[in-house]
């Protein structure tokens, strides 16, 4: 893998859009102070990845995006494109080059870029993993990482030297895993606590049930008991009927003498 050209436009200093090829006799880029140089590492920085602001010596995002001059007006957009040469396949990717983008615009919003497609940050850390390509890797040393490394602050030695031997990879997985595992266990417990209130809901429409069914026997026994009595009325009434009938019967005309 190989760093083939590096593209800036509106970031910080770098008004109009502005090529730098590294070609393979090219190992190194000078000039005068104020030139831009920091930048050309800032602008590196900010395209694999950099979240902390202070590491790109600005105050904020919006700093980032060149601020115009006397003679130039302000950019609205401040956008890094780095390419490589992937002929070895040490990228996970089939192409032989990749560029990858990062546009930040100054109504806030921003995005990232594998080969000219919308991706995510965590899309371009995972193709750089074990590589030596990340933003506190050893490919990028600045003056005060190299104090850093002499008094191993925040064991920043031991972390190189494991980018270096190519295990950062697997502890990176390792607390992946991990953090899945820990996002698993919540999961858990919550379902834990569903399972409990479930279960007091339960307990509790089990004996709205019970007296569901009991009203509903008793209310079917009340029915079929109307019933019966409505039954006994209706045939006292016919018999009271009948009886009164037969009562006011007129006798045959041989019984009137």
Request: net charge positive; glycine share 6%; aromatic share 8%.
């Amino acid at each position: 893998m190989r760093l083939k050209s590096l593209e800036i436009k509106g970031f910080k200093s770098f008004a109009d859009k502005t090529l730098v090829s590294f070609d393979e006799n090219i190992t190194g880029i000078v000039g005068p102070n104020g030139c831009g140089k920091s930048n050309i590492v800032d602008s590196i920085r900010w395209v694999i990845g950099e979240q902390k602001i202070s590491h790109l010596r600005s105050e904020n995002l919006e700093s980032l995006v060149f601020n115009g001059s006397k003679t130039r007006s302000a950019s609205g957009l401040a956008e890094v494109s780095l390419t490589f040469e992937n002929t070895k396949n040490l990228l996970p990717t089939e192409f032989n080059t990749v560029t990858i983008t990062r546009k930040f615009y100054k109504n806030g919003e921003s995005e990232y870029r594998l080969n000219d497609v919308s991706c995510r940050l965590k899309d371009i850390q995972n193709l750089f993993l074990d590589t030596g390509v990340s933003t506190d890797s050893y490919a990028i040393i600045e003056l005060g990482m190299v104090d850093d490394l002499i008094k191993d602050k925040d064991n920043s030695r031991r972390r190189m030297l494991e980018q270096a031997a190519g295990i950062s990879i697997y502890k990176t997985r390792k607390k992946e895993a991990k953090q899945k595992l820990d996002a698993t266990e919540q999961d858990l417990a919550r379902i834990e606590d569903l399972l409990f209130e479930i279960n007091n809901q339960l307990k509790t429409l089990e004996n709205q049930a019970k007296k569901a069914q009991k009203y509903y026997e008793i209310k079917k026994s009340i029915g079929r008991g109307v019933l019966s009595w409505q039954k006994r009325d209706w045939r006292d009434s016919i018999s009271r009927s009948n009886n009164s009938t037969s009562s006011t019967k007129p006798k045959p005309i041989n019984e009137l003498h």
